[in-house]
């Protein structure tokens, strides 16, 4: 038997209202008892015997502890180490060589969970152009979620993260620090960069716009106003000819006149004034 009751019919769509419009997570009618389960964690850490107060905490007590555990509650963190190789094959072999004797290099890392990514770039980098050019290099993360974020910062990882890893890497970007967890080293530490920022708050603050933007594994999660909005706002952070990557399973072809499709996962910022 159903024993859920109207009030908590309510509570449920107030608060996956509230998350998208929030943050722009979209949850699906058949994702339904996922955000439950998850839901059901924050209410039992802050004890809330039901939903319906939980979603009055969030919207009408604007209690901000608990608006950044449903948010974090609400994302899928799952991330490692040289995620997706056909992306970042491209990256280091069309990109870093136009970025070989720039000044500067800047990166973006959008919706970077515990910094995996960054951080593959930044060994990316030193690998390719060698540990000269970490010090004109700089590599933003940014993630809607605060525990991530702190996790980004100490940088120190399980071995699970670095299963794609190539040993020798490993060996060279990573030290152990306790039984099956790695730090990145500090060289490698010094070029990546950590801050809570939410996709959804856009104009994006930047000073000075980024060569190439990470926006992987995230997209598919907003519904695609959203989608469609962030990759615009990403557009005005961007150089022109500038790439931004998603994942390949997340295309963008056709969804803004900003972006020129290269191929599944990699697009280009049309040219200037575009
Ligand atoms: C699956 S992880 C992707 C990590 C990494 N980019 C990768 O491809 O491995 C998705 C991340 O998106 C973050 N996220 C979800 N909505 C966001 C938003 N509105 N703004 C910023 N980050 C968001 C989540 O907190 C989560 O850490």
Request: include cysteine; charge should be neutral; charged fraction near 25%.
């Amino acid at each position: 038997m159903n024993i859920e009751t109207s009030l908590e019919r309510a509570g449920y769509e107030t608060i996956r209202g509230w998350l998208e419009q929030r943050c722009a997570i979209h949850y699906p009618e058949h994702k339904r008892d996922l955000l439950h389960q998850r839901l059901s964690r924050v209410q039992r850490a802050f004890q809330l015997p039901a939903l319906s107060q939980l979603a009055a905490e969030v919207t009408d007590a604007n209690n901000h502890e608990i608006q950044m555990a449903v948010i974090h509650a609400a994302s899928t963190n799952h991330t490692y180490f040289f995620r997706e190789t056909d992306v970042l094959e491209h990256f280091r072999n069309n990109v870093l060589p136009i970025l070989k004797n720039r000044r500067e290099i800047r990166l973006w890392s959008a919706a970077c969970s515990t910094g995996d990514e960054v951080y593959t770039l930044a060994i990316l980098i030193a690998e390719t152009l060698g540990m000269e050019a970490l010090s004109r290099t700089q590599i933003l993360g940014t993630d809607i979620s605060g525990p991530v974020i702190e996790r980004a910062e100490a940088g120190i990882f399980p071995a699970r993260h670095l299963e794609q890893t190539p040993d020798h890497i490993r060996s060279r970007y990573l030290r152990p620090v306790g039984i099956e967890q790695f730090q990145v080293t500090p060289e490698i530490r010094a070029a990546c960069t950590f801050r809570r920022m939410n996709l959804k708050s856009y104009p994006y603050p930047f000073r000075k716009p980024f060569q190439a933007v990470f926006c992987r594994n995230v997209l598919y999660y907003f519904a695609m106003k959203d989608q469609i909005d962030v990759i615009e706002a990403i557009a005005d952070v961007t150089e022109p000819n500038g790439i931004l990557f998603t994942s390949v399973t997340e295309t963008m072809r056709d969804m803004s006149p900003r972006w020129t499709y290269v191929t599944s996962g990699i697009n280009r910022r049309t040219g200037a004034g575009g």
